[in-house]
């Protein structure tokens, strides 16, 4: 049955790469196909191989990397190729498009220019025809004015519409497989759902099969015919999208569906005392102009935002980036200027200086989005997490710094034995948890969380979920959590705010605003993020 | 654009005043003047040398009245060539310069990069190493050591050109100094070029331009090597600035008669006015070619915009 009807078929196929610390097998012997018309999924963790499976398709391995085994595009092998034969179906029978948008694209050349290119080259014709084309095709993928943005340059277009020129590009010549590496990752929720549908309707119009590689489920679910599930190199687990839903069969496949973010939280009473509380807050910012440049031109970050957190309460603040939720965060913890009221704890700290600020410091911490960037690599984990104590309990031994450090560890999950290992000896989410202990050694009573499960798996992302809510619960901990990731926010917050260009949308309890929204922006926002749990097709 | 140019030509002005002002009071830092001499001058006479070029006036005086020449073009003239004026001086050696360390920058430009796309496309092989190997040894060789080497060789040994002469400027003349001084430039260009290259290679959208089969030509020309070019852009400005002013050592060896001796010469002399003519011309020639890297920058990058 397999064959010659199938568009793709790997066998048997191992990417290794050769490294420094020996040779490292990435794919160990997978079998997958593509029937024409089909759309599969590849869904695993970062590590899975799932991107390298499809870089070898494409002959796009780093240069330390090899291939063997077979993948057979109707019945040829593309890794025995020559590459002038190669060439002939990249990019013309197989495209592919990546994760990085802003990236992907030349920044030296107009999109017109990048359009035309392998329209010329495939179907050998001039720039009139190809102009022509490639009008046609930033239509097909809803570009506005198409005449007018080919002479744009990538710099000129958002992250959105940048992948919408990258599909464009990939479906030009009319392509017999569509292969997709994350192609919505790095987009904001609303624009996710735009260019899902594109893809999809894209894949009915033009009759081309499609390979989607993701983490992420609601997409798998939203768009899949068939799913591969991949772990370590291996395909575990093989079906409909229907069937591996209802009834997973590995344990892995059902750790991943169980990772989902679930769960909600309870409101705090009326009473309970108000921690944080900013009223009017406005934030702007200088963009441009100044000496010799002419007028400075502003840019209000956030525009009349109020907002009130009371003990034990977490506010989840969602919306697109650009936004304005994190700037709205870092005012109300005066790490940026602003202006309008801040009460902490009943004091009016929006005059304070940064002396005046240095002992509330204490009470008032921050964790980040990124795991990576936030850590000093230089300091140990344990330095990390008690550098806080030096400041703001200077006189208590460093024999009682380390066994608070320990102890924090142990509330964060983390082995205390592991305190002198630097940060890059951790995983993403061991670092998010070194983050976390930094945050509340110093028994704070607010805490901002700003992304901090993005960048981070599903599985991942739940446990560190999970552990927030403990420490919330153990501390009477408030909590400001700023996401765009809905469905993180609905099982987390209490009291959510939605915010567009600086200014706040709509407010109001998770039931009100997932469920009843009232605003046309938080109506998209929620249609982006969960209209997705029914089934492809369905 | 043109707005962008006419102000950082605007912001030249404080710029060399500053310089100018610096230099000025450094070099009567320095022990000793322009008619100091081994044996001794006759101290009626030197009072009468230095009262005519005014000299025995207060330091201030000196410093205006040299500004006030500088406004209106007068760089003075020389103390220790008496029969030339700083600003006739420039004029014969100057071009000489410029003709010599211009043809090595282009030289230089040429070879070192397309050495450079040679090493990255070959990485890690054979070419690749033979290029780094090559361009470690150019820029570690000295050009005093060069150019005797290239001397000794061609015209010497092979007598191929003749002996250090500069003939009225003959094409055979110059291609021992400007070998010599592009083989340095070589060297630093293509080890710039190879490096920018190598990361243009690895960039997002050179996955793009493979994962869509265009050509390996457009692919390096066309994707890679137009980006790649903006750090050779930007040493070639300085560089531009130093080699167009010339060098005292390729100028010693050859017996070009270019400016680039002054500097050194002046300075042990004393001579003021020709240490701060050198000095003036140096830094608009910086200036100058600081703006146009900045422009040319602009050109081959999009993102950059100037207003």
Same mark, same amino acid.
């Given at each position: 049955?397999?064959?010659?009807?199938?568009?793709?078929?790997?066998?048997?196929?191992?990417?290794?790469?050769?490294?420094?610390?020996?040779?490292?097998?990435?794919?160990?012997?997978?079998?997958?196909?593509?029937?024409?018309?089909?759309?599969?999924?590849?869904?695993?963790?970062?590590?899975?191989?799932?991107?390298?499976?499809?870089?070898? @398709?494409?002959?796009?391995?780093?240069?330390?990397?090899?291939?063997?085994?077979?993948?057979?595009?109707?019945?040829?092998?593309?890794? !025995?190729?020559?590459?002038?034969?190669?060439?002939?179906?990249?990019?013309? $029978?197989? !495209?592919?498009?990546?994760?990085?948008?802003?990236?992907?694209?030349?920044?030296?050349?107009?999109?017109?220019?990048?359009?035309?290119?392998?329209?010329?080259?495939?179907?050998?014709?001039?720039?009139?025809?190809?102009?022509? +084309?490639?009008?046609?095709?930033?239509?097909?993928?809803?570009?506005?004015? =198409?005449?007018?943005?080919?002479?744009?340059?990538?710099?000129?277009?958002?992250?959105?519409?940048?992948?919408?020129?990258?599909?464009?590009?990939?479906? @030009?010549?009319?392509?017999?497989?569509?292969?997709?590496?994350? =192609?919505?990752?790095?987009?904001?929720?609303?624009?996710?759902?735009? #260019?899902?549908?594109?893809?999809?309707?894209?894949?009915?119009?033009?009759?081309?099969?499609?390979?989607?590689?993701?983490?992420?489920?609601?997409?798998?679910?939203?768009?899949?015919?068939?799913?591969?599930?991949?772990?370590?190199?291996?395909?575990? +687990?093989?079906?409909?999208?229907?069937?591996?839903?209802?009834?997973? $069969?590995?344990?892995?496949?059902?750790?991943?569906?169980?990772?989902?973010?679930?769960?909600?939280?309870?409101?705090?009473?009326?009473?309970?005392?108000?921690?944080?509380?900013?009223?009017?807050?406005?934030?702007?910012?200088?963009?441009?102009?100044?000496?010799?440049?002419?007028?400075?031109?502003?840019?209000k970050a956030v525009d009349r935002v109020s907002v009130k957190l009371r003990r034990g309460q977490t506010i989840g603040?969602?919306?697109?980036?650009?936004?304005?939720?994190?700037?709205?965060?870092?005012?109300?913890?005066?790490?940026?200027?602003?202006?309008?009221? #801040?009460?902490?704890?009943?004091?009016?700290?929006?005059?304070?200086?940064?002396?005046?600020?240095?002992?509330?410091?204490?009470?008032?911490?921050?964790?980040?989005?990124?795991?990576?960037?936030?850590?000093?690599?230089?300091?140990?984990?344990?330095?990390?997490?008690?550098?806080?104590?030096?400041?703001?309990?200077?006189?208590?031994?460093?024999?009682?710094?380390?066994?608070?450090?320990?102890?924090?560890?142990?509330?964060?999950?983390?082995?205390?034995?592991?305190?002198?290992?630097?940060?890059?000896?951790?995983?993403?989410?061991?670092?998010?948890?070194?983050?976390?202990?930094?945050? #509340?050694?110093?028994? =704070?009573?607010?805490?901002?969380?700003?992304?901090?499960?993005?960048?981070?798996?599903?599985?991942?992302?739940?446990?560190?979920?999970?552990?927030?809510?403990?420490?919330?619960?153990?501390?009477?901990?408030?909590?400001?959590?700023?996401?765009?990731?809905?469905?993180?926010?609905?099982?987390?917050?209490?009291?959510?705010?939605?915010?567009?260009?600086?200014?706040?949308?709509?407010?109001?309890?998770?039931?009100?605003?997932?469920?009843? =929204?009232?605003?046309?922006?938080?109506?998209r926002l929620m249609a982006a993020a969960f209209a997705d749990h029914a089934v492809a097709g369905a | 654009m043109l707005r962008y140019v006419f102000r950082r030509l605007l912001t030249a002005i404080p710029t060399l005043f500053v310089?100018?002002?610096?230099?000025?009071?450094?070099?009567?830092? @320095?022990? *000793?003047?322009?008619?100091?001499?081994?044996?001794?001058?006759?101290?009626?006479?030197?009072?009468?040398?230095?009262?005519?070029?005014?000299?025995?006036?207060?330091?201030?005086?000196?410093?205006?009245?040299?500004?006030?020449?500088?406004?209106?073009?007068?760089?003075?003239?020389?103390?220790?060539?008496?029969?030339? !004026?700083?600003?006739?001086?420039?004029?014969?050696?100057?071009?000489?310069?410029?003709?010599?360390?211009?043809?090595?920058?282009?030289?230089?430009?040429?070879?070192?990069?397309?050495?450079?796309?040679?090493?990255?496309?070959?990485?890690?092989?054979?070419?690749?190493?033979?290029?780094?190997?090559?361009? !470690?040894?150019?820029?570690?060789?000295?050009?005093?050591?060069?150019?005797?080497?290239?001397?000794?060789?061609?015209?010497?040994?092979?007598?191929?050109?003749?002996?250090?002469?500069?003939?009225? *400027?003959?094409?055979?003349?110059?291609?021992?100094?400007?070998?010599?001084?592009?083989?340095?430039?070589?060297?630093?260009?293509?080890?710039?070029?190879?490096?920018?290259?190598?990361? @243009?290679?690895?960039?997002?959208?050179?996955?793009?331009?493979?994962?869509?089969?265009?050509?390996?030509?457009?692919?390096?020309? $066309?994707?890679?090597?137009? *980006?790649?070019?903006?750090?050779?852009?930007?040493?070639?400005?300085?560089?531009?600035?130093?080699?167009?002013?010339?060098?005292?050592?390729?100028?010693?060896?050859?017996?070009?008669?270019?400016?680039?001796?002054?500097?050194?010469?002046?300075?042990?002399?004393?001579?003021?006015?020709?240490?701060?003519?050198?000095?003036?011309?140096?830094?608009?020639?910086?200036?100058?070619?600081?703006?146009?890297?900045?422009?040319?920058?602009?050109?081959?990058?999009?993102?950059?915009?100037?207003?």
């Open positions: 049955m397999a064959g010659n009807e199938n568009i793709l078929s790997v066998e048997n196929l191992k990417v290794r790469f050769h490294t420094l610390d020996g040779v490292v097998e990435a794919v160990k012997g997978i079998n997958m196909y593509v029937k024409p018309g089909e759309t599969v999924a590849v869904v695993g963790e970062s590590g899975s191989g799932k991107s390298q499976t499809m870089m070898a @398709a494409m002959r796009l391995l780093a240069s330390n990397g090899e291939a063997t085994g077979t993948i057979a595009y109707r019945g040829a092998n593309l890794l !025995t190729l020559t590459k002038s034969e190669l060439n002939e179906v990249r990019g013309r $029978k197989i !495209t592919m498009i990546f994760q990085e948008p802003m990236t992907s694209l030349d920044p030296l050349y107009t999109i017109g220019n990048q359009l035309m290119e392998p329209i010329m080259r495939h179907r050998k014709v001039g720039a009139e025809e190809a102009r022509k +084309e490639a009008v046609k095709v930033l239509k097909l993928v809803r570009i506005p004015e =198409p005449e007018r943005r080919m002479k744009s340059y990538p710099y000129e277009m958002s992250g959105g519409q940048r992948q919408r020129v990258m599909i464009a590009m990939a479906i @030009a010549n009319d392509p017999d497989l569509l292969i997709a590496d994350e =192609p919505t990752t790095a987009l904001d929720v609303t624009i996710q759902a735009e #260019i899902l549908n594109l893809m999809a309707d894209l894949r009915k119009r033009l009759g081309m099969s499609m390979i989607f590689i993701t983490h992420d489920l609601n997409i798998v679910r939203r768009i899949a015919d068939r799913v591969y599930v991949m772990k370590l190199g291996e395909v575990v +687990e093989e079906g409909e999208t229907r069937a591996i839903f209802a009834n997973p $069969k590995h344990p892995y496949t059902k750790a991943l569906l169980a990772a989902e973010p679930t769960g909600h939280k309870e409101p705090v009473p009326k009473t309970a005392p108000t921690m944080l509380d900013g009223t009017d807050m406005r934030v702007t910012f200088k963009i441009g102009g100044g000496f010799l440049a002419g007028d400075p031109i502003y840019l603040i969602v919306g697109e980036s650009g936004s304005g939720k994190s700037t709205l965060a870092r005012a109300l913890l005066r790490m940026v200027p602003s202006e309008g009221a #801040i009460h902490f704890d009943g004091r009016n700290i929006e005059k304070f200086d940064t002396q005046q600020m240095r002992p509330l410091r204490k009470q008032l911490q921050i964790v980040f989005q990124d795991p990576f960037g936030s850590l000093s690599p230089r300091l140990t984990s344990g330095q990390i997490v008690t550098e806080g104590l030096l400041v703001h309990e200077p006189s208590i031994t460093s024999k009682e710094r380390d066994r608070r450090a320990a102890q924090a560890f142990v509330e964060v999950g983390l082995d205390p034995a592991n305190r002198n290992r630097y940060p890059h000896e951790f995983s993403g989410g061991q670092r998010q948890r070194i983050a976390i202990a930094r945050a #509340i050694i110093l028994k =704070p009573k607010v805490v901002v969380l700003d992304e901090p499960t993005s960048a981070l798996d599903r599985q991942v992302q739940k446990q560190i979920v999970d552990l927030l809510r403990d420490l919330q619960q153990a501390h009477n901990l408030s909590y400001l959590f700023i996401s765009h990731d809905l469905a993180v926010v609905r099982a987390m917050a209490d009291h959510i705010m939605v915010m567009k260009d600086g200014r706040m949308v709509e407010q109001g309890s998770p039931e009100e605003i997932f469920d009843h =929204p009232h605003e046309e922006y938080t109506k | 310089i100018v002002t610096i230099s000025f009071f450094l070099i009567r830092v @320095a022990p *000793g003047g322009p008619f100091n001499q081994e044996r001794g001058l006759n101290p009626v006479i030197k009072a009468n040398l230095e009262r005519q070029f005014g000299l025995d006036q207060p330091l201030w005086m000196q410093y205006l009245h040299y500004l006030n020449n500088l406004l209106h073009g007068n760089f003075g003239p020389s103390y220790n060539l008496p029969d030339f !004026t700083v600003a006739e001086l420039f004029k014969v050696g100057l071009p000489v310069s410029i003709q010599v360390g211009a043809s090595a920058l282009i030289l230089a430009l040429i070879i070192g990069t397309i050495l450079g796309v040679i090493a990255a496309l070959r990485q890690n092989k054979g070419a690749d190493y033979a290029v780094i190997a090559t361009a !470690t040894a150019g820029s570690t060789v000295p050009t005093f050591v060069i150019a005797p080497i290239y001397q000794l060789i061609f015209a010497t040994t092979l007598a191929l050109v003749p002996v250090a002469t500069w003939g009225g *400027g003959a094409l055979v003349n110059k291609i021992g100094p400007i070998v010599t001084l592009a083989l340095p430039q070589i060297a630093i260009v293509a080890r710039l070029m190879r490096g920018s290259m190598i990361e @243009a290679l690895r960039s997002h959208h050179i996955r793009t331009a493979r994962a869509l089969g265009l050509s390996d030509w457009s692919i390096i020309v $066309k994707h890679a090597l137009r *980006g790649a070019l903006l750090p050779i852009v930007s040493y070639s400005g300085p560089a531009a600035a130093a080699l167009l002013t010339g060098s005292i050592i390729v100028e010693t060896i050859f017996q070009i008669p270019g400016v680039g001796r002054y500097f050194v010469e002046a300075a042990l002399n004393r001579d003021y006015t020709l240490v701060m003519g050198t000095v003036v011309v140096i830094a608009l020639f910086t200036i100058l070619f600081n703006l146009i890297v900045d422009i040319l920058y602009a050109a081959v990058d999009p993102r950059v915009r100037y207003d």
